[in-house]
């Protein structure tokens, strides 16, 4: 007891501006971190899949040339161009399943796929927007899209086609995404 409110309560708020300073130069600093080979070994030590995140990385000219934020954006955009070609996938096999059973499963994972794309552009339109949080929700909405294709294929008939190859390797992209995301 017996201190000085007035000086309390100004000693906090001095306390809490220069924590806010410290937070807000830290959001501002982490978007434009150049990748250089420590970032790119630190974004992949964090992905569940690091062989695969260094070959996606390592194979694009680009990475060495970019910042963190651009960096999200490139690997959002192979996610893209993969939610993209899967869903071409599923169409074409539900048009060609001659099974119901599978047919009504390719049909479901369409759905996801449906979904998956409208979340992809909005996490790309979440990142220019420079809402990086925002941006890690919207990815992990599309994991969750692919995961629920996958868990159409729980029970049997097993899917005979490469889908769940390609769902994990759209997987482990986005898991790329959300890392960096997260670090944004
Ligand atoms: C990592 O990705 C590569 C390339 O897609 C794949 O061959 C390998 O099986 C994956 N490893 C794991 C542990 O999932
Ligand atoms: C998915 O993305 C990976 C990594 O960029 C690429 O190697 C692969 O060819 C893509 N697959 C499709 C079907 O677009």
Known sequence: MGGDPALC??????????LCAGLSLHANA?????????????ICSKSINSSFCLNVLNSDP??????????AQITINYAQTN??????LIQSLSSHATDPKLKERYDDC??????????????????????FPGTNIAVSAVFTDVDDCEEEWKTP???PSQLSTKNKD???????????????
């Open 83 to 88: 939610v993209s070609s899967n869903q071409k």
């Open 110 to 131: 369409a759905d996801h796929y449906d979904e998956a794309t409208g979340n992809i552009e909005y996490a790309l339109e979440r990142l220019n927007s420079g809402d």
């Open 30 to 42: 982490r978007p434009s971190i150049k990748i250089t080979s420590t970032v790119v070994d630190q």
């Open 62 to 71: 680009r990475t060495r040339t970019v910042d963190l934020k651009q960096l």
């Open 157 to 159: 008939p097993a899917d």
């Open 9 to 18: 309560s100004s000693v906090v708020s001095v306390l809490l501006i220069l």
């Open 170 to 184: 759209l997987k482990d992209l986005l898991d790329i995404s959300l890392v960096i995301s997260n670090l944004l």
